[in-house]
């Protein structure tokens, strides 16, 4: 990943954030047909290793858990807000014209090694966690033990585990840091009034100069 340095994101706890915000991965990996990308939402253990571990589970009919190499990389990666950024916005567009549109984002990459767990404790342990985590914004969360026991062990034969504990962790923060103090503000001022979801968490983070 291109990543000039003032849009390096280094904190960890920042790039742990994101992903608890937005755990959907794009997971790559190397199996016998070639590269490939899988898409599956995975938990980080800030607690585990130097840069935290991630976990999750993949349906057991899935086939790159047997054919990706133990020893080879993968890579996840997180998506934050993005928006479209409009020269139109910039203070400098009205003073000589020599801006050009570009895209702002939020992305971090975890690297790692992949291990595959296939214990039903184990399993069952993940998959309590991961749905506490993402229901706990509810009124009424949903527990896993809502789930009749023989059903919740039928299902735990049709998924295995998979985890990564991360060896590097980069974040690029896109946020128009490269830009004056005139089209920030320039930029904020449209993202808000465009509106939407990731365009005003993208007019956060460039009224905060990149950071979170």
């Known amino acids: 990943m291109y990543l000039p340095s003032h849009f390096e994101q280094a904190r960890v706890d920042v790039l742990h954030s994101l992903i608890r915000s937005r755990p959907l ?50 890579l996840a990666i997180f998506h934050g807000p993005d928006s479209y950024i409009s020269p139109s916005w910039y203070a400098s567009k009205k ?36 749905s506490d985590a993402h229901e706990a914004a509810f009124s009424e969360p949903w527990a ?25 962790l980069t974040g690029k923060w896109k946020a128009s840091q490269n830009q004056s103090e005139e089209n920030r503000a320039g930029v904020v001022a449209g993202l808000r009034k465009r509106g939407g979801e990731s365009a005003c968490a993208m007019a956060r983070l460039v009224q905060m100069g990149g950071a979170q």
């Not at 000589?96 to 291990?115: E, F, Q």
């Open 25 to 74: 991965a794009t997971l790559i990996t190397l199996t016998t047909d070639g590269v490939e990308a899988h898409h599956i939402p995975l938990l980080i253990d800030s607690g585990v290793g130097e840069f935290g571990t991630l976990r999750g589970h993949v349906a057991r009919a899935n086939r790159f858990w047997q054919e990706h190499p133990a020893d080879a990389p993968v």
């Open 95 to 130: 003073v000589h014209g020599k801006v050009v549109p570009t895209w702002n984002y939020a992305v971090v990459h975890a690297r790692s090694s992949l291990r595959v767990i296939d214990d039903p404790a184990w399993l069952l342990r993940h998959l309590a966690a991961l």
């Open 144 to 168: 896993l033990t809502d789930a009749p026991h023989e059903f919740t062990e039928r299902m735990l034969t049709a998924i295995v585990g998979i985890e990564l504990t991360i060896t590097a």
